[in-house]
């Protein structure tokens, strides 16, 4: 097995006296896509806003390329190298694609505290939202208000966006959520182009795409893991196959 | 024309007319527009925070009175009158209040925030007006206007109208330009992401507190020139300046003028300006004209008076 | 000081207080139930105790005043509730705050119009015009006693209207979230009319009741009205249990802070304030924040 | 003749036209005098900027409505009582319209802004209500008059009153604002030298009305008397919680006149037997007061009260002196030299102006008794005040 790029240890989340997430041990592995799949309320979305440091951990740690990152902020993991999507497409209102994706890259910069030179100067960050605007496929709409594209754009855009953090591993969380077919096609033919150079983690609904992308997946159940690995053995599994009976379709 | 050009040649028109008025030097014209000028540059200080961030403060006219107040203080205790050397200490202490205040009350968000912050200019408000020390409920005079000499002769004196009023201009066309360019600014983006959707620009990888806390402090320095300058114009401060009232007054300003352009708060400093210079002789009730025309632009106009002018283009 | 001294301060803190709920309970189920920031509240109070000066001297009662006063206020609290606080639900609270402060401008001069720039007495019910004696030179008026007693029952009706009805249930759910509303099938614009009248009624009848005590003056809203919100704030916006305690909190600390530190008394209450929002950021009974 | 504020304000619409350019120079025996009324007309204060004013206009009626000869035009501002606007309210006043005589305000802090500017333009000025020490003291100009009383004048003699009905320790409550502490500031000074004990001073916030904290300590402080400062609202609430509160049989509650002034009615027995001074009473027997106080009720249908004295008075003043130059405003240092020279018979009593230009009048003491307002005796007769600071006053 090749070396993790992000390793969760017990990791836990209670909402009141629900265990959203509960003692979840795992381990993602560089340049691979890995997918958590399960049905509602299984913890996936609690799982991700744990590891992108939008929720706090009650117990356990997570380790970012070896590094204990259990209680960093989000702006902190972002600039670690973690990236992440949101369910909900969440464009930034009042802003052009392009403007959008500037935003993004001024990652690079060291400090964004910088008050003169206006934004559109910093060559760095031109360069890295153009390639950004080019790998999430927005080129043509990059003049477009953010709020006026369609849905399925602004998915594109939202991944745009992480992209353009030059991220280490992203996070996405449902991107095909909500989409029509044909949209849910570029969005799946998107991530593919994607995955070739990054490595993964999918939260996602939608099991053709699931095991159409996924090198490994792992099964999550009422907050604990109930199996991790390859589409193949996840499809074989009978207690997979108990977990999801009448709900959707292994 | 674009709307953008409308602006920009709306913006020039109203330069030279400023610039006509102190050629002409009727002292009334002059101190009307000067005072109007002084409310554009705390308007679109404001709007920093309230159309780019995305933080209705309620503490702003703090800023503006601490300003008038540290001028007043520096000039009659320390009889300091070159503003080389006020009006840098005027403004540092309106940004350190910014600073502090905005610390604590950044903690909180949404409401909780328009209200810590009217907390805190209350505090200021009664320490001002009750406190022994600085002059209580009646206010001070400066004892003498900023002016700076070298080797005895006379450079600049803020007690001269024409002088003060094209300083004001100065002061005003240097702040438009300082916050227009740091909007486009790397800094001003991020503003931007954080009033489209803060948690999504803290994803990508920004300190979202550390940028509204230094945009706090940034619109609290310039909301203390404006403090300066009126101090400086009128020769007279008193508590009344840094009233959650005056707050209110110009949050309806930016409003009117609309609230996301930096024009377009100085529209609404004009506005108001006119407006209550004739509309006061209009009616025995103008306040209640004032209200019914601010729910009047809440309901009909959310973008303000910029709206229109920016409509303009398209219809 | 001596012990009942405080005691008797603690007392006044107290019976300041509760008056202080009465106003600020309306305030805060508005915020909590339709998330509207509302500055015209302190109108509310004030047009309450005119319509009390003027129905009190009209019928010769304060009660028959309370008793009619209290409809009508509801009628117009429903009407302003349709006709422009309804608008304002999709808004931010720049707009919220603008536009009610909009409305303060006008109805403080509807009220000049109505009844001029002077200072009205409104008479003390003869029942209870009587005092307590309290310690040898200082009595307690009786009224003061009957508006405490009125502030605790209407304390624990609200308690028992919100904890243990319908309507009451379906406030909560209101306040913690909006969209379950629809879930349960409620028809959000009425009970988002019932709540705003509710709480301009609640309003009028704390001014009502302190009209005997207060008088009765051209912008007395406004200073119950910047109060208010600090208790609101205090306890957690859209909490009732929060203001209770915080409007106790205020009363106590204003009064404590006119015996100790009188040359700053007035900064107590905001520095009380922003003491608890720095501990607490959402208020002693708010809901706590999620994300970080 | 009912004066309403609508026909001024019709006058100064037409004004606001003429104003829009740069209003060349007149000569001053033709035109319209020109008189600028910088007062409150909504507010907290409003009541007493509609009675100043209509007692002005009644004045003006009696004189023909002329003053030296010439037509009178008024120029009125709503300065709301906001010092905040105060600067750019007189400048639209002295520099926009041009008035030939400033009146106003009510408010003490704008009364602080108007003295600067109309310091640097030479304005002639008629303060008629704030009572600011600082306006006849340290920033006493030859062209600023006062027609109203200062702070010092209420408060001052009625230490010698408590002094001399026996009080020898007595606490101070008062609302913490310029007008409360200046009063005090007066009264302290007054009875400490009288040999008199200051048991504690009780400042409240301007402007709360919550006083019972304050009520229970001063029961359990238990001084000889209790001197305060309140006016409008405050006072009425003061006045009857102090009542309520058991105290105003037992400690004999003494203060500024503006106690009880316009809020007697608000009050009702609960400011039975109060003891107040001021430089007016309703009571007053003499025929200037009777004349006047039947012809403002005729002309406005309300009763008159202190602030409408000093409007009257301040025409009555004007009237005299525009007389002795002819209406001619250009002869300022003779304007200014009859101003100060006038004597007249105000309803107060007599009127004179002291070398700071403030008035030198006779300070009464009133009681409350049976809800009237009864004189008393003159507390201070011919009182003038210090006038600390003033540069005309050597």
Known sequence: MAEPILELRGLSRRFGALRAVDKVTLAFERGRVHAVIGPNGAGKST???????????????????????TRAPPDRLSRLGIGRSFQTATVLEGLTCEETLRLAAQSCLRSSMRFFRPSDRYPEVNARAERALGECRMTARRSARAKDLSYGEQRQLEIGMVLATSPQLLLLDEPLAGLGHDEALAVVDLLRAIAVEHTLVLVEHDMDAVFSLAAAVTVLVNGKVLETGTPAQIRASPAVREAYLGEEEP | MTARQRVQALLCAGALALLAVAAVGDRFWLQLFGKAMITCIFAISLDLLVGYAGLVSLAHAAFFGLSAYALAGLTNRLQLVNPLLTLPLALAAAALAALCIGWLSLRAAGVYFIMVTLAFTQMLFYLFSEAPWF?????????????????????????????????????????????????RAPFGRVLAG????????????????????????????????????????????????????????????????????????????????FLEHYGARLTDHSSALIGAVVILVVLFLPRGVAGLVERGGRG | MTLSLVALQLLNGVEQGLLLFLVASGLTLVFGVLGVLNFAHGSFYMLGAYLAFWLAERTGSLLFAVLLGVPLMLLFGFLVERLAVARLYQRDHLSQVLLTYGLVLL??????????????????PALLSGSFKLGEVQSWPAYR????????????????????????????????????????????????????????????LAGMLAAPLTTVYPGMGESVLVISFVVVVIGGIGSVRGAFFGALLVGIADTFGKVLVPSVSSAVVYAVMAAVLIWRPRGLFGAPAEAR | MPLSRRSLLGVTGAVAASSLLPRPARSASLAKIRIGLLLPYSGTYAALGHNITDAMKLAAHEHGDKLGGREIEWVAVDDESDPAKAPANVNKLVVGEKVDILTGPVHSGVAMAMMQIVREEQTLTLVTNAGAQAVTGALCA??????????????????????????????????????????????????????????KEFPVPFPS?????????????????????????????????????????????????????????????????????????????????????????????????????????????????????????????????????ARIESPRGPFRFSRAHNPVQDIYLREVKGGQQRVVSVALKDAEDPAVGCALVK
């Open chain 3, 107 to 124: 109805f403080n001069e509807l009220s000049r119009l109505l009844f001029g720039n002077d200072v009205h007495p409104v008479a003390t």
């Open chain 4, 142 to 199: 030859p062209h600023v008059f006062r027609t109203s009383f200062s702070n010092w004048q209420t408060s001052y003699p009625c230490a010698d009153v408590m002094l001399k009905a026996g009080h020898k320790k007595v606490a101070l409550v008062f609302w913490n604002y310029g007008f409360g502490q200046e009063s005090m500031a007066a009264f302290k000074e007054g009875f400490l030298k009288g040999g008199g004990a200051i048991v």
């Open chain 1, 47 to 69: 799982l991700l806003n744990l590891l992108s440091g939008e929720l706090r951990a009650d117990g356990g740690s997570v380790h970012f390329r070896g590094e204990d990152v």
């Open chain 2, 135 to 183: 002059g209580g409920s009646d206010g001070l005079y400066l004892s003498q206007k900023p002016l700076l000499s070298i080797l005895g002769r006379p450079l600049l004196d803020l007690g001269n109208r024409t002088a003060a009023y094209l300083f004001i201009f100065a002061a005003l066309v240097l702040s438009y330009f300082f916050l227009s360019r740091l909007l």
């Open chain 4, 209 to 341: 009305t919550e006083f019972q904290a304050n009520l229970s300590e001063l029961a359990s402080l238990k001084p000889d008397a209790v001197f305060v400062f309140f006016a409008g609202a405050g006072a009425a609430k003061f006045v009857k919680d102090y009542a309520a509160a058991g105290l105003r049989e037992k400690i004999p509650l003494y203060g500024s006149g503006f106690l009880t002034e316009g809020v007697l009615a608000a009050q009702g027995p609960a400011a039975e037997g109060i003891q107040t001074t001021l430089h007016y009473a309703e009571a007053l027997p003499s025929a200037a007061n009777k004349k006047f106080r039947e012809a403002f009720k005729k002309a406005t249908t309300r009763e008159a009260d202190v602030y409408a004295v000093a409007g009257y008075d301040t025409v009555n003043l004007l009237s005299v002196a525009l007389g002795k130059v002819k209406g001619d405003t250009a002869a300022r240092k003779e304007l200014i030299a009859a101003l100060e020279t």
């Open chain 2, 194 to 273: 954080i009033r489209g959707n803060e948690q999504r620009t803290r994803a990508l990888g920004f300190s979202t507190a550390r940028y509204k806390l230094t945009a706090f402090v940034i619109a609290g320095a310039v909301a203390g020139l404006a403090g300066y300058l009126d101090a400086a114009l009128y020769g007279f401060v008193n508590p009344a300046e840094l009233g959650w009232r005056q707050s209110g007054l110009l949050l309806m300003t930016v409003l009117l003028g609309g609230r996301g352009t930096l024009y377009g708060p100085i529209l609404g400093a004009f506005l108001l300006t």
């Open chain 3, 145 to 204: 006693l009957f508006t405490s007693l009125s502030c605790l029952v209407i304390a624990l009706l609200l308690r028992y209207v919100i904890l243990g009805t319908r309507f009451g249930m379906r406030l909560r759910a209101g306040a913690s979230n909006a969209e379950m509303l629809e879930v349960l099938g409620v028809d959000v614009r009425k009970l988002f009319a019932r709540v705003f009248s509710a709480g301009v009624a609640l309003a009028a």
